[in-house]
């Protein structure tokens, strides 16, 4: 999933696609017919970031999202990869995804992005696990609280950084465009009490988003250093609590 033409947009993907091809491989592997591929749903798949990717690896993708814009989009998208005969658009959202798609029907579910958007985060996490086949996976991205107070007093907004330190949904003040963050303790108690078994946590973005552009954009092999700085210090639990993002990879049991 490394775009050539955006290497900092795949710096930002490249801890989340690496955890999640090897799910995706290790689950195939154990598809009958080995290599029949797997019907994955992407809840708020939005325009396809990974739904598209994902359909290239030889699966079947479902993207549920409420913006009709954003499944035109993600159509064209597929069309462009030459994938449109495995990705399905379906407007719903994740508070009435049973509506729109099977329960129990899924090897594999990403919920990326989304959790943030969401009124009642558990009972969305229950929705998805529901979604899933016996022994699924869940895949579940979300912003992670203290990442945002790092990133705030970096810009030197330090009232806006106390306030999310403090605030209740972790936001940092009016201006803040996300609803609510979470830390890793919180996402991985959300999974449990839906009934999933932690296999990972990692950390996203732990110093993408601080790092000043120019040096990314102008130093020879900057941009693959940092990817592998990203993939070494997001398995390591000390940055889980500054990572922008964090991943929670999880088994139905
Ligand atoms: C930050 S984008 C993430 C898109 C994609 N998952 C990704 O990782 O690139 C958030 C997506 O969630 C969708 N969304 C917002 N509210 C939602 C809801 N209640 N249920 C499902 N998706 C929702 C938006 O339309 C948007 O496509």
Redesign the pocket.
Known sequence: MSDPLRPRASLRTAVVWEVLKDALERRAKAAVPEGSGLDVL??????G??AVPVAELGHRVTV????PD?LFALERRAAEAGVTDRVRGVQG???GLLDVVESGAYDVV?C???LE??DDPAGGVRNVVRALRPSGTLSL?AAGRNGAVLARAIAGHFGEARRGLTDPDGRWGEGDPLPRRFTAEELTALVGEAGLEVASVHGVRVFADLVPGVLVDTEPGAVEALRELELAAAELPAFHSIATQLHVLAHRG
């Open positions: 992407d809840t708020g798949g939005g325009t970031n990974f549920v999202d409420p913006s954003a959202d994740a508070g990403l990326h992005g989304v958007y969401l991205l």
